[in-house]
């Protein structure tokens, strides 16, 4: 992987010889781990990858995809905890219900990331494909088996409640659908 001799890599893995920065990146991109994780006070590093999204549904696949990958592997630690300052709901809980999975994969395809295919479109009209749900399932689903400290407040839920409005207001959603959303199944 580095292109380097053998008794190079040998003085390396003895740590007679340091690694170069290009050297450590290409270890890091292969086994696809931050170069922090090598700071020797890794209790006081963060590291966060970001998730480019554009107007296909190709996108959001992604991103739910990435997230999914993130929270198995979190997931998988006995200990593991996660700690939230909500400013709005976490993701994780826009899949804990049908009605507000579907509402909120819309809206995220609709109004946020403007799919094309979905722009003249009612609430009521639009089909979200299976594999989407079944990733959102899952990524609840592994959510739950990690331990959470959250902190909300009076306005966490406030822009959840602003997007069902707006899809009120834009009769984009019906009376019967937003009683629905708020039922208890």
């Not at 994969?105 to 299976?130: A, D, G, P």
């Not at 839920?157 to 997007?163: E, G």
């Amino acid at each position: 992987m580095l292109v380097v001799s053998l008794d190079s890599a040998y003085r390396r893995l003895r740590n007679e010889t340091e690694y170069s920065i290009s050297e450590a990146m290409k270890i890091t991109s292969h086994f696809d781990i931050p170069l922090e994780a090598f700071n020797l006070e890794q209790g006081s590093a963060a590291t966060f990858k970001i998730n480019h999204m554009d107007k296909g549904l190709h996108s959001y696949r992604s991103y739910l995809n990435s997230m999914l990958q993130n929270i198995e592997r979190l997931s998988q630690f006995e200990d593991a905890q996660f700690f939230f300052a909500a400013e709005d709901i976490p993701v994780y809980y826009h899949f804990c219900k049908p009605t507000l999975m579907r509402f909120k994969i819309i809206y995220w395809l609709k109004s946020n990331l403007n799919v094309k295919e979905f722009q003249y479109k009612t609430f009521e009209s639009i089909e979200i494909e299976q594999d989407i749900i079944e990733t959102a399932e899952n990524i609840y689903k592994h959510f739950e088996k990690v331990n959470s400290t959250e902190i909300w407040t009076t306005e966490t839920i406030v822009s959840t409640l602003l997007q069902i409005r707006f899809y009120w207001d834009t009769v984009s959603l019906t009376r019967k659908k937003v009683h629905f959303l708020f039922s208890k199944n």
